[in-house]
Each structure stands twice: as C-alpha cells, then as structure tokens.
C-alpha cells in the first residue's frame, strides 16, 4: 500500500512540474507576444561563375524591410554570410531584383545558398534556400580546346564546334618567328605571314549555361603545326 501511495505521489509530481512549464511558457508568450515574422524572399535565383557566384533576390512585399542575409556553410561545418542592403545600388532594374555578387576563392562545385530577410524592426523572415554551382580549377581542368582545321593554302583556320564554346583565343607564329598578339576569334580567320611549320596556339573559351556570369578558358593552350 506504501509503495502504491509513493507512485501516486511521483505522479502528481510530474503533473505539477509539467504544469508550472506550461505557465511559464504561456507567461513569456503574453510578455513578448506571438512571434513576428519579416516578409520572406518568394524566389532566390543563382548565377554561377569562376570562384564566385551571383544571387538574384526576390523579396516579397513588405513595406518595413531593411536587408537580406545570405549564408552558406563552408569548412568544418561553419557558416559564412554576407548582408544585403535593399538599397537602389543593389537593384537591378532589368532583372527586377535585388542581387550581390558573392567571392568564393576556396569553394567549388554544389553550394547550398540560405536566405533570410530582416525588417527595420529586427524581426527575421523564414529561411529560403536555393541550390548553386561555383566553378574552379578542378572545373576548368576539365575543359578540352577544340581541334583547329585549316584551309587548303594553310592560310585560313576554323575550329572544330563543341557544345558550350563562344571563341576561340588564337596567337601564331610569323615568318620571322615572332607571335602575334592574342585575339578571340569566333568564326574563320586569316592568317597573315604565318610560318610555315610553325606553331598556332589557342585556349578554346566556354559560356556553360547561358546564364552565367563568367567565360571559362582552357587552363592549357593546344598547340598545332601549321602547313
């Protein structure tokens, strides 16, 4: 009977600690209030580059917003971030947004990017998060020049399609063994004075999506003979 009389007790302990909880929780909720939120980012639209990316933010209407804070985590499970104001010189008025342009020199390939607006009050929106991709070395490594083609009389080149290239960056040797400057080409070219047997180099350079912000060239120059 003691030991039935001993669990009553534990139990009624238990109903009374939860009990005062449950106070103190409804007493801080009076105190501060329901939680308010910022108006939150409707859409996060991202731009890759070289070692850097670009973020496009759409907020959502709020009349009180002040900025938006960009985060990301990097090594060893930390975060880094960035503040953007929601000022004119972060607009861009043929995109409709507001946008920053984030340096990532140690980061390359996936990148979960976070957002989260703050208003004039301090009060914080709900998170908004969007995939990217920064391109690197180890990216760029990867890239293949396209193979160049000459004219009959050796004297006009073309170079071989490949899917994502825009140019071509060509320099080559002249009759009195000099290199000319380097130039982009982006269709034929004629070749004045070349050596014959001498060397043509050229980097091809890649637009991967039409919606990044950087050109890639090739880390290596191709070089071919020339007739």
Not at 72 to 79: A, C, D, L, N, S
Not at 105 to 130: K, Y
Not at 148 to 169: D, P, Q, Y
Request: overall charge negative; proline content about 2%; aromatic content about 10%.
């Amino acid at each position: 009977m003691n030991r039935k009389y001993a669990y009553i007790a534990v139990l009624i302990a238990i109903l009374y600690t939860g009990c005062e909880n449950a106070n103190d929780l409804l007493n801080q909720h009076l105190e501060k209030g329901p939680i308010t939120y910022a108006g939150k980012i409707d859409e996060l639209k991202m731009q890759s580059g070289y070692k850097r990316l670009r973020v496009n933010i759409y907020p959502a209407e709020d009349v009180n917003r002040s900025h938006c804070i960009l985060s990301w985590q990097v090594t060893g499970g930390e975060r880094d971030s960035v503040t953007v104001e929601y000022t004119e010189g972060n607009y861009d008025a043929d995109s409709g947004c507001y946008y920053a342009v984030i340096p990532l020199p140690s980061i390359e390939g996936n990148l979960l990017i976070r957002a989260q607006n703050v208003d004039a009050f301090g009060n914080r929106s709900l998170v908004t998060s969007e995939g990217a991709f920064v391109y690197g070395d180890t990216y760029l490594s990867t890239l293949v020049n396209a193979s160049v083609n000459f004219s009959a009389g050796g004297t006009e080149i073309t170079f071989e399609r490949k899917i994502g290239a825009v140019g071509n960056l060509v320099s080559y040797e002249q009759a009195d063994g000099q290199f000319t400057e380097e130039t982009e080409v982006t269709g034929s070219y004629v070749l004045v004075n070349a050596k014959s047997g001498g060397i043509l180099r050229s980097k091809t350079r890649y637009l991967v999506s039409e919606t990044d912000i950087d050109t890639l060239t090739t880390d290596h120059y191709l070089e071919t003979v020339i007739p």
